[in-house]
């Protein structure tokens, strides 16, 4: 449950710079923020699901030496999906997550186009906070 | 804390030395693009690049340099071999983003009403924007043989290409220390139908004239006359290159902590060249450029076959490549009597008129450097310089630089209103959405002749010719 002085939703908000941009996220708990990072992602590339597209399900899995770095680890998959099975995933279950280790699983449709390119999440101004008011992160992409 | 910065030489200024800083940082601009710079987080970036071990000499910004990860973008640094460190994030994810120049021999006048169908048939010749697939898949096979092999593989066995054109790609379209077991499968199955692909972003294909010579003896010697059609290409290794340096940063992150290196920045992860890691890079990287350069070189053969179905018996509209240049790269170079390892990271290799590697044609001239300004503003045809040597490890700037973001200049300028000044200047433009458009907007870059003006004052390049659109294919 969320703690009552903390983000009651997961949220994110986007900030642009010349060539990066970074998502700085909130949530109750670390795999809502997790499942928000995806959804943040998907927010930027965007693309027109196919008519007709089944749903799309992935059971993802990814590991990292530590918290930081399993969310960039976690964002370059969906980036790597995205682009290489023409897939826009927009609905996140984070099953099991550790500092070191998520599973998850990713829903989407495919899409002709995917609207804006991501090249990479990156290790620059990485941050993951988890306090009594929930968990906060940044994240910066390449794009 | 703000970073002091004096004048030390034309166009030349230098962050006062702070701690931690194993050597100078220093940039290159006038006033006004002092004030860019100083308007977003890349002195800042370039000071932390000082710090990595095995530096030598500075590290230097181009008068187009803009905020980044890790590196900013228009920066360069040399380290030391053996034993300097090669980062990833001194190259970036488009590893040998770069660009080409082909030029016919038709004037504006010649081509008359045929621009726009032309235009259009390059559009369709090429697919454009983000993760589109190609017409030219390859097998794991002939994938590892691109990237090991560069364009002579595909002159060879595609018959992609006219056989001169290796001669006139920067080290001859093929890095020697690629290996393609270096590069991961993942990076592979992202590149597999992406070879003779636009991409996304500031990508495109114009064609173009040009507009003023600067150096008319230069310009002979290039092939270059005013009104000349040409064609400019800007792309680069696409999804291959964009998840090598993904998998090779991890590497690296975990490499930095074993080799005790202690970074500023954790996207500046490095190891020494002379490491399984650093090699493993480096290898990997080489493969990269070599898969941008023959993206480069199928992109081309795609707009040499659209020339000839469109304008059939015309004569001169047979495209000769001028030059094709990287600027994402790390290189292994001499400079004095000492080996670097010298990252460009948005920033273009400019070797003067003595340098050896450099085509036979243009020795005592020097080598083309190819700066594409913004969509629908001019780009430049520079020659290096023997002084950019001692300047700036032989580089210069790679473009006008960006400005402000996506976001910003699409709040500011409107696609379709931008779509129709185009139009209204002669330009025909193929771009599949107004957002798109707007996003790469004039407005949104620097001004491409003010930095040229930099590196031309600096001694960094010479002006040789400018060139400005006609038709504009945008990913």
């Known amino acids: 449950m969320a703690p009552s002085s903390g983000p009651s939703r997961a949220r994110h908000v986007i900030e642009e710079h010349t060539g990066e941009l970074a998502i700085r996220l909130e949530a109750p708990t670390l795999p809502a923020l997790f499942e928000e990072a995806g959804r943040a992602l998907s927010g930027r590339m965007r693309g027109r699901a196919l008519r007709g597209a089944p749903r799309a399900e992935l059971g993802i899995a990814v590991s990292a030496p530590d918290r930081e770095a399993l969310l960039v680890e976690w964002l370059n998959e969906l980036v790597f999906r995205a682009e290489t099975e023409h897939v826009l995933f927009t609905d996140f279950r984070v099953e099991r997550l550790s500092d070191r280790e998520l599973s998850a699983t990713a829903l989407g449709r495919r899409v002709g186009r995917l609207r804006n390119p991501v090249k990479a999440a990156t290790l620059h101004g990485l941050s993951v906070a988890e306090g009594a008011r929930g968990a906060a992160a940044t994240v910066i992409l390449d794009v | 804390m703000e970073l002091v910065l004096r004048s030390v030489g034309p166009f030349l200024h230098e962050v006062e030395r702070g701690p931690g800083m194993r050597v100078p940082a220093r940039v290159f601009a006038d006033d006004a693009l002092l004030e860019h710079i100083r308007g977003d987080l890349s002195l800042r970036q370039l000071v932390n690049v000082t710090t990595l071990p095995g530096i030598t000499g500075a590290a230097l910004g181009m008068p187009d340099m803009h905020q980044g990860y890790g590196f900013p973008v228009g920066g360069v640094a040399g380290t030391l071999l053996p034993d300097g460190v090669v980062s990833p994030g001194g190259i970036g994810f488009d590893i040998n983003c770069g660009v080409r120049l082909l030029v016919s021999r038709m004037s504006r006048d010649d081509l008359g009403p045929a621009l726009e169908p032309l ?357």
Request: charged letters at 25%; glycine letters at 12%.
């Open chain 2, 119 to 475: 235009v259009h048939e390059i559009s369709r010749s090429i697919p454009a924007g983000y993760g589109r697939s190609g017409r030219l898949s390859l097998t794991r096979q002939e994938m590892d043989r691109v990237l090991e092999e560069g364009c002579p593989y595909l002159l060879r066995e595609h018959g992609l290409g006219h056989p001169e054109d290796l001669e006139y790609i920067e080290s001859g379209g093929a890095l020697p220390g690629a290996d393609a077991g270096q590069v991961s499968e993942r990076a592979k199955q992202r590149g597999e139908d992406q070879l003779g692909t636009l991409g996304g972003g500031n990508h495109f294909v114009e064609v173009q004239v040009v507009e003023a010579v600067h150096d008319e003896e230069a310009a002979r010697r290039l092939g270059l006359f005013p009104g000349q059609v040409a064609v400019l290409i800007h792309t680069g290794s696409r999804g291959l290159g964009h998840q090598v340096c993904t998998d090779q940063v991890r590497t690296m992150d975990h490499a930095a902590r074993k080799y005790g290196i202690q970074l500023p920045d954790r996207q500046l992860a490095c190891a020494p060249l002379s490491s399984p890691e650093g090699r493993s890079y480096f290898a990997a990287m080489c493969a990269a450029a070599n898969f941008g350069w023959c993206n480069r070189q199928v992109i081309a053969q795609r707009v040499r076959e659209a020339f000839r179905r469109m304008l059939p018996g015309r004569p001169g509209t047979e495209l000769r490549l001028v030059y094709d240049v990287a600027h994402n790269t790390a290189k292994i170079e001499r400079h004095g009597n000492r080996d670097l390892c010298v990252h460009r990271k948005g920033a273009t290799r400019a070797f003067g008129p003595s340098a050896a590697d450099i085509p036979k044609a243009y020795r005592g001239l020097g080598q083309p450097v190819l700066i594409p300004g913004s969509m629908g503003t001019a780009s430049w045809v520079l020659l290096g310089t023997d002084e950019a040597e001692a300047l700036s490890l032989a580089s210069t700037c790679h473009g006008a630089g960006r400005a402000m973001s996506r976001g910003a200049a699409k709040r500011m300028v409107a696609g379709h209103v931008l779509r129709k000044e185009l139009l209204a200047r002669g330009i025909v433009v193929r771009c599949p959405s107004n957002l798109e458009l707007a996003e790469e907007a004039p407005a949104a870059y620097k001004d491409v002749d003010r930095v040229v003006d930099v590196v031309h004052g600096a001694r960094l390049a010479r002006k040789v010719a400018r060139l400005v659109p006609i038709g504009v294919v945008k990913g």
